[in-house]
């Protein structure tokens, strides 16, 4: 066979395994040394592409796809800098857990390390932040070759999909000429509808000896802690509650927890922690004897604090899978079981529990008296905090919100109270960036058909600006309320604050731009409100009407920051005074 057709045969193997695999969607950045690989998996019928010129913005796009969708999802580029570019969205996405398959093309080990053109060192370029990498071999077509192929494949997505999902990356050297022959027979090779070495998983679970071990730590302890930060189990809110409601302890809820909103039991679920936790005196009241965790630390600060304060308190961390995640470096039990079945085995435990504890209904009390506190408004001009709680008041049934990083949510976490609206909450806090931030909201509106809703400051916004060109490109709809107070609003509340000589230049960071002219630029609405009543009538209207509508909400960050210690002081006087 000649070139061309072990390079075709060799690559639409590869393709049609991943395919065979469950893999249907790829993001494609343009490139001439990527050529057999775009063409190939723009070729497959089961497959959907996207193609985004900017390699950033395209691998935060593929990565808010499978956020969504929980399955993996391919990024296609060219050598060079192309892939250097991939590179704060794939270590976002190994913190994060998200399934990537990253596909470089590079050139053949001949052109290395003799300053050829466009020619880096991609062998491990991604270091510790994938799940694994390997050097694909040069094509072929024999039998023996396509069998790699296809196993290196069907391996690519299971290991970014199985265990702890994250990024899997395959390096492919090429030869000239490298357009693909797509008139040859049997292009995709014989797969006999049976994937490559396709594996079972079954479900991790403690035997009944260390269930009952574990049980008998907590089983005479009344002052007991539910934890819920990050995480994408949709199964774990019917679970989790029950086992809170047969324990009678509360769950502290994150708001990327996904417990917050939905059809599930929420008389056990505290949502206002954060804002609880900002009094030191309410801190040592709130003492617990255990406390249980599942998904990541949540986003919370002051429940940092929290832990810092009480690490005597014996803390157990649930893991689908192995892993440490516990920022604090206290002593800590971990059990590495699904969650959802580790709730439901220790409810079955704890079914006959008699607490005479008022320890839940305080908490219970306290969330009403700040649930009532945070709603309460003294005028009709908006502010930060504000414009996120009237965003979640008149959000629609089944929406998902993604939420840009440093106010924004906080914001939220703030304000978003327990509801039955079915809200799925993403943001991209395994790094807690703001680079690629809308790519990824807008790679969520390419993946369902509810509304999708991004709430982010300007800074944020600015730094992914030109990722609306896939908006316009693919007819996405998204709603994206923007906050704008002129630069980075998180460090008025910094001790950096403080240093007035060069705070603004070093922190503050005012951009000083119109956001409308660039919105006009990608065929976008734009919208401009000054008060709660415009806010909500534009956001009714951007919801109807679909496509890109950006409805910029303009506040002061000095403002801001008075705003909100003043309202975080009112609430701690309330619960202390328990009015």
Same mark, same amino acid.
């Given at each position: ?9 060799? =690559? ?17 950045? @343009? ?56 590179? @704060?969205?794939?270590? #976002? ?91 040859? #027979? ?26 009952? +071990?574990?049980?008998?730590? $907590?089983?005479? %302890? ?25 324990? %009678? ?7 990327? *927890? ?21 009094? #030191? ?75 005479? *504890?008022?320890?839940? +209904? ?6 009403? =008296?700040?649930?009532? &506190? ?21 959000? @629609? ?21 327990? &509801?039955?609206?079915? =809200? ?7 790094? *807690?960036? $703001?680079?690629? &931030? ?21 800074? +944020? ?33 910094? @001790? ?34 000054? &008060? ?37 002081? %009112?609430? #701690? ?7």
């Amino acid at each position: 066979m000649n070139h061309t057709e072990n390079l075709t045969r060799y =690559i639409a193997n590869f393709v049609d395994e991943l395919v065979c695999s469950g893999l249907t969607q790829v993001v494609i950045s @343009p490139g001439s040394r990527s050529t057999p690989l775009a063409i190939l998996f723009s070729e497959h019928e089961k497959i959907k592409k996207y193609v985004l010129i900017d390699e950033r913005s395209a691998a935060y796009f593929a990565l808010g796809i499978a956020k969504e969708t929980n399955k993996a999802v391919a990024i296609v580029c060219t050598s060079g800098t192309a892939a250097a570019n991939y590179f @704060p969205a794939i270590v #976002e996405a190994y913190y994060a857990r998200i399934p990537l398959v990253v596909l470089t093309a590079d050139r053949p080990h001949e052109l290395r390390g003799i300053g050829a053109n466009q020619t880096i060192n991609q062998m491990n370029m991604y270091g510790d932040f994938v799940k694994e990498f390997h050097e694909m071999a040069p094509p072929e077509s024999t039998k023996q070759m396509l069998r790699y192929v296809r196993g290196r494949a069907a391996r690519a997505v299971r290991e970014a999909e199985h265990g702890n999902p994250g990024p899997v990356h395959l390096n492919f050297p090429f030869r000239e000429p490298l357009l693909p022959d797509l008139s040859l #027979e049997n292009l995709w090779g014989e797969n006999n509808g049976s994937c490559y070495n396709f594996a079972y998983e079954g479900t991790k679970r403690l035997d009944q000896n260390q269930l009952k +071990s574990l049980y008998a730590k $907590i089983a005479d %302890k009344q002052r007991g802690l539910i934890v819920c930060g990050s995480q994408f189990n949709q199964e774990l809110g019917e679970q989790i509650t029950l086992l809170s409601s047969r324990l %009678k302890v509360p769950i502290l809820a994150d708001p990327l *927890s996904q417990l917050r909103s939905g059809t599930h039991e929420k008389a056990t679920i505290i949502s206002t922690y954060d804002a609880l936790f900002k009094s #030191e005196q309410l801190r040592n009241q709130l003492k617990p004897d255990y406390i249980i965790r599942f998904g990541a630390m949540p986003l919370s600060k002051t429940f940092l604090f929290f832990l810092q304060e009480h690490e005597d308190v014996l803390q157990i961390v649930v893991e689908d899978y192995e892993d440490m995640r516990e920022p604090t470096n206290h002593s800590s039990e971990f059990v590495f079981a699904n969650g959802s079945s580790f709730c439901k085995e220790l409810a079955y435990l704890s079914e006959h529990v008699q607490s005479t *504890s008022d320890w839940l +209904s305080k908490w219970q009390q306290m969330e009403e =008296i700040a649930s009532i &506190t945070l709603s309460q408004t003294n005028n009709e001009k908006l502010t930060e905090g504000e414009a996120v709680r009237e965003l979640m008041n008149v959000i @629609p049934y089944k929406s998902r919100v993604f939420v840009g990083n440093s106010m924004p949510i906080r914001d939220v976490d703030t304000f978003f109270f327990p &509801t039955d609206k079915e =809200i799925i909450v993403h943001a991209n806090r395994g790094v *807690s960036g $703001i680079d690629g &931030t809308v790519s990824s909201a807008l790679g969520v509106a390419a993946s369902t058909n509810q509304p999708v809703t991004l709430v982010i400051g300007d800074l +944020s916004f600015y730094h992914d600006l030109n990722s609306l060109l896939a908006a316009k490109h693919y007819q996405l709809t998204i709603t994206i309320l923007l906050i704008n107070n002129n630069g980075g609003g998180i460090f008025s509340f910094l @001790p950096q604050s403080k240093e007035e000589k060069h705070f603004e230049a070093l922190f503050g960071t005012p951009l000083d731009i119109s956001f409308e002219k660039a919105i006009s630029m990608y065929e976008g609405n734009y919208e401009l409100v000054h &008060t709660k009543q415009t806010l909500k009538e534009s956001l009714a209207s951007a919801y109807k009407k679909g496509g890109l509508s950006v409805i910029e909400v303009q506040t002061d960050r000095n403002e801001n920051v008075v705003w909100h210690r003043e309202l975080w002081e %009112k609430l #701690e006087q309330r619960l202390l005074n328990n009015e």
